[in-house]
């Protein structure tokens, strides 16, 4: 019983962009914030983007400006745009609740070379 299903993710360069995207079952995302996390190797998971049932946004200092959250109530969606793209930025990509969090999926992997 999947819950959360993260794609998009790829090798690109710095400074290209890439769209990440979260299919969520109805109960996981209705009426939840939602949020992308990124887990580089060797560190902590953190959280990057968040947004909020009614789609008020926040963001981490370090992608501030470059990322965009959204989500689509209806899809029962949440993308995150990523542009200018920078090799710190290399991370396997998670979505999930922001409280009561669902079990993690398997994440999409981003690599963004030099």
């Known amino acids: 019983q999947v819950q959360l299903v993260e794609s998009g993710g790829g090798l690109v360069q710095s400074g290209e962009s890439l769209r990440l995207s979260c299919a969520a079952s109805?109960?996981?995302?209705?009426?939840?914030?939602m949020g992308w996390y990124r887990q580089p190797p060797g560190k902590q998971r953190e959280l990057v983007a968040q947004?909020?049932?009614?789609?008020?946004?926040t963001y981490t200092d370090s992608v501030k400006g470059r990322f965009t959250i959204a989500r689509d109530n209806a899809k029962l969606t949440i993308d995150l745009q990523m542009n200018s793209l920078k090799p710190e930025d290399t991370a396997v990509y998670y979505c999930?609740?922001?409280?009561?969090?669902?079990?993690w999926g398997q994440g999409t992997q981003v690599t963004v070379s030099s």
């Open positions: 999930n609740r922001v409280r009561l969090q669902l079990p």
């Open positions: 109805r109960g996981a995302f209705t009426g939840y914030d």
């Open positions: 947004i909020s049932s009614r789609g008020s946004a």
